[in-house]
């Protein structure tokens, strides 16, 4: 059975993750380790007055307390946003500064002010709990609209009036204009409701430092250790690069909170380096809910004007995003370069305008969350998309078939220029599958039996492998968002592939060998993917933004093109033939139309033995390759969700929900499938469940799972996934993307949904069962009063 | 501190411990069997899940010393060969991801086949995992899992 692309191949890495065998970095142990707990701040604002230590440090147990007075006198620097975005009047971002250890400020609840390393997890923690900080209280805000109106706290001295930009994309005159002279307007105030990640390991490091080399080792729950590696190195001086060696072992989940660098991992090399000791921390769930970066928390009013054919002819936007008390790694390209560029949708568009305000409040710092951006892009889309369709009494996805882009390339006015898609293939058979002409009778079944049912659409674009770096360099990107690879042949003919890419949960070491196996027809077996550890593979820019397909399996096709280039000379040079007949399949190098054959193990091995290669080369068998994608990607799709709401219970059951995406070449289904499930889960949840919630004081009220509503399994539905494919043609494979789709369509196919159901548009994420109650009694208290 | 003693994967198994040591940490820490998770501090997510005597128990929500005496199975012990024929199910139904959960999903698993049936309806299934969390898979894969490996246990 072939292990190629498109083959359903069960996963190479499961085995380790069912026996109990996984390594995560919670689960390494040095000689030598001591253990880290963190004194964070209990007030969402407040200055600090002083810290007294004495009382923790006479502690059984106790290593060292380390306050953030000593972290920046060793020369530790500051944690910075890696992204520079420049306002609408030129002025470059307010960011303010961030130590990892909090010296006169702390400015969210769970900001870090000191870290204590002791000989025993309990230890550690109880002698946090006794260093005495004296904190001035001060006031603070946590709503980003009340963040900027006048006489709010001021959290950074460097943003005044807590504002970090002000920034616009598109055409504001002859938006307006347009929006003037249509003749239909839909208008709606949209908040996303702000969430919570939770990867279900909790993040951890252990840090150890070695005298003698005066080398640091870093184990860490990381989507990306080599940006890790270069950021504590080059912005925040724990050690230069080639002392420091960052391992992303096994890691339990990321969905975008393990791209950062957190205070927790400067903390814990540097207090490692202090103490001499391997320090481990691991993070609490109630830990984490504080500490994560947060997602999403736009709030937006928007304005969709459509001509008298119901063709759009102007979308403006004004967003106010919240992006919490710092600016964490990548939190300023979230609502603008991934979001406001992705505000076209599917649809051909002329005039679009967007303002984007970004601000500071007394939160957790909010960055990219699954989707990052492309959700709350869509949500606003879809959700107006749907609402037109009802005000002007025409079918919702004949309005959006009405619109959309229809031809190949399209330059969208907002930067992106969608390069193929076929957005009506994939309607058709979201509404085939789902049996959307069918719905009524469904509707009337569902009534008898006293249930309010509603069918909701949305369809989504999206844009990921985010590229190239000299494109996303001039946009103010510090990074550049290409991908390496390595191909390892060894003289059996067995090989090793070190990637960039970093797994965690996303099954690379099935569909990274199966690229491979499709290359040469060997078993992926005998394919080993290495990655995650910065001692083998040269670089990467790790997996975030759906861009391991679509980017780091580019740069392994493009290695494995120099293998077998030069894996096809050898044998044209033993075989005595001309090296364009060479052919290599089945695990078998042979002259085409001959019986001449060679087993790859033997071109392998030739390679290594050198004893008869072909004049002038080298010998061996290993190429690497560095993939800087052309364009971003593009997947798109329509997904239906179908609704049951309990109208005394205001309790939503979600009956159906379908997916038709468009991920262009699909490596394995079954792992393809695998990712839409979860991200529609994640989608769902947003909708139905999710919410960071804070009080007035700044208390993050969803602090555990006692409290904050994680989508259950009995919460949740089946789900119909199928595919309606075009080729990606900026990629050597095809590749679109599949990671963050489901969180990207799903919540306004849910919320469209109950909003027919209930026949009231006023619902707000998460639509639990007491708003959407509230929802249909406000309906009923109209009806009763006309 | 509490001396303790128990069997533990069919072994005989003691240690000194903290009065407050949770059985997870001694499993974890005091035995080196680290396939038994922590995913949070509330006894919510279940990714902790192991077996006293014969019964799913997340071992985030008991002391070590409250095992004293007991027959603890993780998932290190589960299979009696190769695999389990739930640990199988999941990697024939692709019901894992990033495996972090997973452990604790199948002790649980195994569990509820030993009090339900082999014979699983997808509604029992998802109304039995209440217990456990998974930010992965969606559950999809998971139920469908779970109803396989139930089949063929």
């Known amino acids: 059975m072939s292990e190629g692309i498109g083959a359903r191949v069960l996963r190479k890495e499961d085995k380790r993750f069912i026996t109990g065998n996984g390594k995560y970095t919670d689960d390494v142990r040095n000689d030598n380790q001591c253990y880290a707990a963190f004194v964070r701040s ?29 972290l920046t006198g060793d020369g530790i620097g500051n944690i910075i946003c890696g992204w520079a975005i420049t306002s609408k009047d030129g002025t470059p971002m307010n960011m303010g500064a961030w130590s990892a250890l909090a010296t006169e400020f702390v400015r969210y609840v769970g900001d870090a002010v000191a870290i204590v390393v002791a000989d025993s997890p309990a230890n550690a923690k109880s002698a946090a709990e006794a260093v005495n900080v004296d904190y001035k209280v001060l006031p603070s805000v946590t709503a980003p609209e009340k963040a900027l109106e006048s006489g709010a706290p001021q959290i950074h001295p460097e943003a005044a009036g807590n504002l970090i930009y002000d920034w616009e994309i598109g055409e504001k005159d002859a938006t307006e204009a347009a929006i003037a002279g249509a003749a239909y307007v839909c208008e709606m105030d949209i908040t996303n409701n702000r ?3 939770n990867p279900m390991e909790p993040r951890s490091a252990v840090a150890t430092y070695d005298t003698s080399e005066d080398h640091y080792t870093l184990y860490t729950t990381s989507q990306n250790p080599h940006v890790a590696r270069l950021v504590l190195s080059a912005f925040y001086q724990v050690a230069p690069e080639h002392k420091l060696r960052v391992i992303a072992p096994d890691v339990g989940g990321g969905f975008g909170a393990k791209i950062y660098i957190y205070p927790e991992e400067i903390a814990c090399l540097w207090a490692s380096m202090k103490t001499r000791c391997s320090v481990k921390w691991t993070s609490d769930r109630s830990e984490a809910f504080l500490t994560d970066a947060h997602g999403r928390d736009h709030v937006s009013t928007a304005k969709m004007g459509f001509d008298a054919d119901n063709k759009i002819v102007g979308f403006q936007i004004d967003t106010i995003a919240n992006l919490g008390a710092y600016m964490s790694l990548f939190s300023s390209a979230v609502p603008t370069y991934l979001y406001a560029t992705l505000l076209s949708g599917q649809y051909d568009i002329s005039n679009i305008h967007c303002n984007v305000r970004t601000v500071y409040t007394n939160t ?3 960055d990219a969350y699954r989707g990052a951006g492309r959700p709350e892009a869509c949500y606003l889309i879809e959700r107006m998309m749907e609402t037109a369709a009802r005000e002007l009494g025409v079918d919702a996805g004949e309005l959006r078939r009405n619109n959309f882009v229809q031809e190949f390339p399209h330059q969208t006015p907002v930067i992106m220029a969608y390069d193929a898609g076929d957005f009506g293939a994939n309607l058709d058979a979201a509404k085939a599958a789902a049996d959307y002409d069918g719905f009524e009778a469904r509707r009337s079944e569902a ?11 949305s369809s989504y674009i999206e844009a990921c492998g985010i590229a190239p ?4 360099g001039s946009l103010g990107a510090g990074v550049g968002l290409w991908e390496s ?30 690229v491979v196996s499709d290359r040469f027809g060997l078993p992926t077996d005998n394919v080993q993917i290495v990655h995650g550890d910065t001692d083998k593979v040269q670089f990467g820019m790790g997996t975030y933004g759906s861009r391991s397909g679509a980017v780091g399996m580019s740069a392994i096709v493009k290695a494995l093109d120099k293998v077998e280039a030069k894996a096809k000379k050898i044998a044209a040079h033993l075989l005595e033939a001309d090296e364009g007949d060479i ?9 085409a139309g001959t019986d001449k054959t060679l087993g790859w193990h033997e071109v392998c091995l030739g390679a290594y033995t050198a004893h008869n290669l072909p004049e002038g080369m080298e010998p061996g068998l290993k190429e690497g390759a560095f993939y800087d994608p052309a364009n971003f990607t593009f997947p798109a799709g329509t997904y239906i969700c179908e609704v049951e709401v309990d109208p005394d219970t205001g309790t939503t059951e979600i009956v159906q929900f379908v997916a038709s995406d468009d991920f262009g070449t699909i490596i394995n289904p079954m792992i393809v499938e695998g990712q839409v499930h979860g991200g529609i889960a994640q989608g769902v949840g947003q909708a139905l469940l999710e919410q960071a919630v804070y009080d007035d004081s700044g208390q993050l009220l969803t602090g555990s799972y006692m409290d904050y509503a994680m989508p259950r399994a009995d919460d949740l539905p089946n789900y119909k996934v199928s595919h309606e494919s075009t080729i990606c043609p900026n990629n050597p494979l095809g590749i679109k993307g599949c990671g963050e789709a489901g969180a990207i369509g799903s919540p306004p196919a849910v919320i469209n949904a109950i909003t027919d159901a209930i026949g009231n548009n006023d619902l707000s994420m998460p639509a639990t069962p007491a708003k959407v109650w509230a929802a249909i009694q406000a309906v009923a208290t109209k009806e009763a009063a006309e | 501190m509490a001396s303790v003693s128990m069997t533990m994967n069919g072994k005989a198994v003691s240690g000194e411990v903290e009065d407050r040591t949770l059985l997870v940490q001694f499993i974890r820490e005091n035995l080196r069997l680290t396939g038994t998770h922590v995913g949070c501090d509330t006894s919510q997510c279940g990714a902790c899940v192991v077996h006293i005597d014969g019964k799913a128990v997340k071992s985030c929500t008991m002391l070590a010393a409250q095992a004293d005496g007991c027959d603890v199975t993780t998932i290190e012990g589960l299979a ?31 569990d509820m086949v030993n009090r339900k049936g082999k014979d699983l309806d997808e509604k029992t299934v998802r109304t039995e995992l209440e217990g456990n969390i998974c930010r992965c898979t969606g559950y999809h894969n998971i139920v469908k899992a779970i109803q396989d490996g139930a089949s063929k246990m």
């Open chain 1, 195 to 197: 969430v919570a990640p």
């Open chain 1, 469 to 472: 770096s000299a494109a996303v």
């Open chain 1, 447 to 457: 009534a008898s039996r006293g249930k309010l049912r509603g069918i909701g659409m």
């Open chain 1, 485 to 514: 690879a390595e191909v390892r042949v060894n003289p059996v003919g067995t090989i090793e592939v070190l990637t960039g890419s970093h797994a965690h949960g996303q099954g690379h070491e099935t569909t990274f060998a199966q």
């Open chain 1, 583 to 591: 052919v290599i399949e089945n695990g078998e190098v042979k002259v």
């Open chain 2, 80 to 110: 009696d060969g190769d695999l389990h024929p739930m640990q199988l199910a999941f990697k024939e139904n692709h019901g894992l991801q990033c495996g972090f959960c997973t452990p604790g999903m199948i002790m649980a698993a195994v």
């Open chain 1, 364 to 366: 957790t710092p909010v």
């Open chain 1, 42 to 70: 209990p007030h969402a604002h407040a200055r600090i007055n002083g810290i007294d230590k004495s009382a923790a440090e006479a502690m059984a147990g106790v290593e060292a307390v380390l306050d953030g007075h000593q």
